[in-house]
């Protein structure tokens, strides 16, 4: 049998007949050396201050989902750190977003995580009232507030647009347009037709660890083989193309091929005869080795191109099969197939840096006569709901390391050139906090 080291040398078979992906070119890996990255980073309090005034108040953040709130009139709450937005459609097709706040007493004006259609907010407390568009219309006995010449007090705003069917907000009234934050991701990621996607499953889940670590669990393959021995079967953790694209980054994972660490090399394992199922092939009369499945599978898909409901004649051969898995900075995390798309949204707790909130969206290409409803949107406490096996194992794992890393005989993350996204992610926040920070250590 081929040993490890043998396969490691066997490039992958990267074919894109006449399909090549610009979107798969390699980009220039930075050299941010192998320096320890500072625990503190995960557990201080200080640093989550520094880190929410320097950071999530100036970048471009996902704000929701079009089909969310599709008609003038439909809001919905969404929450960062210690903020709470309110996100409503206009009449001519845009969103707007206001801090979710009454310039009164300073109550929360619509409920939190709730989506709503109506034709103003009104604050539950003294029924002041504003617009969709966050002009305040309505005080009850204005004539007692003699410092108020008139109803005058709109809602304060964010900065809204929109890209791959989602709408982004930041902070910063001096952000750089989305498009410009983004860079070439949209060029990259288009060609999924994101916009035409739709929302299948919505859940949140209070994962006890910080949000660093969650991000950190998803930008690298090397803990497969430690956390997720299954998935070796059917997903190559190895031949991984990193790419660090300003200041996101992404792999590129084979998908429908055994990792090189996988014992049996010859036959396909149940898993890939079930994938092999699942495109129209038949198992038993393949006659490739399992690595060669994964083109097999691209072919089957190619051939298919035409009436199907996924938009594979505007993919690259690779990526009909492989998982394209993009990091927006700082916490949207795609895990991108041909046919729907996995992500999750990692959210810092308002004020405890050893929790954060999980958000794992599903969308799906559906056929156009398939009627979609906006799935429910719950939030569980860690461990309160399965999510299946391999985020099962990811959740179960994460309080383990934050315990870890608040010990004090942890001096820091030691990171290999498999985990080269986790040091470019520090290497982006840390351009936002500034080396000055205090608890940085
Ligand atoms: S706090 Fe909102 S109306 Fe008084
Ligand atoms: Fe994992």
Known sequence: MATLADIKQVPLQRVNEGRTSKAATKAPDPDLGFDRIPASRYTSPDFMRAEWERMWTKVWLVGGRDEVIPEPGDWMTHEMGSESFIFARQPDGSVKGFYNVCPHRGNRIMPKDSVGSSP?????????????????????????????????LHLKQVKVDSWGGFFWFSMNPDAEPLRDYLGVI??????YAFERMKLIDWKTIEWDCNWKASVDAFNETYHVQGIHPELLSWLDDWNVQIDCLGKHNRYL????????????QRSLSEMMVGLAQLNGLDPAAFEGRPRDLRLAIQKAKRAKEADSIYPYKDLSDDQLSDDYHYMIFPNFTMNIYGETMLLFVSRPHPTDPNKMLYDLMNFAHLPEDQPWQLPDHQTYAHGQLSLGLVLDQDAHNLPRVQEGMNSRAYDGLILGTQELRIRHFHKTLMDYVGADCADDR
């Open 253 to 264: 994972v084979p998908f429908q091929t055994p990792s090189p660490r996988y014992a049996d």
């Open 120 to 152: 103003s907010f009104k604050c539950n407390y003294h029924h002041w009232e504003w617009a969709t568009d966050g002009t305040q219309v309505n005080i009850p006995d204005l004539e007692t507030f003699p410092q108020l010449p008139g109803c005058m």
């Open 186 to 191: 949209p060029e990259h990621l288009d060609p």
